[in-house]
Antibody, heavy 125, light 109 residues
Framework: QLQLQESGPGLVKPSETLSLTCSVS??????????WGWIRQPPGKGLEWIGS???????YYNPSLKSRVTIFVDTSKNQFSLKLSSVTAADTAVYYC?????????????????WGKGTTVTVSS | SSELTQDPAVSVALGQTVKITCQGD??????ASWYQQKPGQAPILVIY???NRPSGIPDRFSGSSSGNTASLTITGAQAEDEADYYC????????????FGGGTKLTVL
């Protein structure tokens, strides 16, 4: 059974870089069928997609965060990571990693079928 | 980027049927997916594609789509269905990303 687990510091100072890792177990991150991504949820608010990566390293990012986000993959460790630079209090959130899947049935569809439990990151001095 | 619009809150009497909607231009080109999130928990996928349920999701959950609107229907809502529900879809504005709706808080009375 595929499992995802986020890890990283729970507290980051303003203007510094937030770094999180998602470890994948029970399956290979190098599967050609999936993308892997990050989603966040500020306290009391909705979900926001941050960005996604393919095992080859191909990425796409939320335009509103693109200038500050880097996602990279380490297939040897079966994990992928997020870096978000120049953080402010607005970046305080629960950060989730998830597997992205897709299909076609007259129309294409994209969905996130396996999620990590999430990790809380607070930006504060 | 594209936007998906959901009603902030919906309520349903126990055992009755409720429809949660999601509107957006991208839904003319892509099916929506739906997620259930309970307090303090990660979202879980409940509907994807035309009307597919992951293993373990009760068959009282169903999905449909028409024009720019996707709907999640719960037929015979149970107390344990009280949660936040989010739709998501591919961004159709030219950016190869995904977008989420703002979420709907479902209250089961």
């Amino acid at each position: 059974q595929l499992q995802l687990q986020e890890s990283g510091p729970g507290l980051v100072k303003p203007s510094e870089t937030l770094s999180l890792t998602c470890s994948v177990s029970g399956g290979s991150i190098s599967s050609s069928s999936y993308y892997w991504g990050w989603i966040r949820q500020p306290p009391g608010k909705g979900l926001e997609w941050i960005g996604s990566i393919y095992y080859s390293g191909s990425t796409y990012y939320n335009p509103s965060l693109k200038s500050r986000v880097t996602i990279f993959v380490d297939t040897s460790k079966n994990q992928f990571s997020l870096k978000l630079s120049s953080v402010t209090a607005a970046d305080t959130a629960v950060y989730y990693c998830a597997r992205h899947n897709s299909g076609y049935d007259r129309y294409y569809y994209y969905y996130m079928d396996v999620w990590g439990k999430g990790t809380t990151v607070t930006v504060s001095s | 980027s594209s936007e998906l619009t959901q009603d902030p809150a919906v309520s349903v009497a126990l055992g009755q049927t409720v429809k949660i909607t999601c509107q957006g231009d991208s839904l003319r080109s892509y099916y929506a997916s739906w997620y259930q999130q309970k307090p303090g928990q990660a979202p879980i996928l409940v509907i994807y594609g035309k009307n597919n349920r992951p293993s373990g999701i009760p068959d009282r959950f169903s999905g449909s789509s028409s024009g720019n609107t996707a709907s999640l229907t719960i037929t015979g809502a149970q107390a344990e269905d009280e949660a936040d529900y989010y739709c998501n879809s591919r961004d159709s504005s030219g950016n190869p990303g995904v977008v989420f709706g703002g979420g709907t808080k479902l209250t089961v009375l």
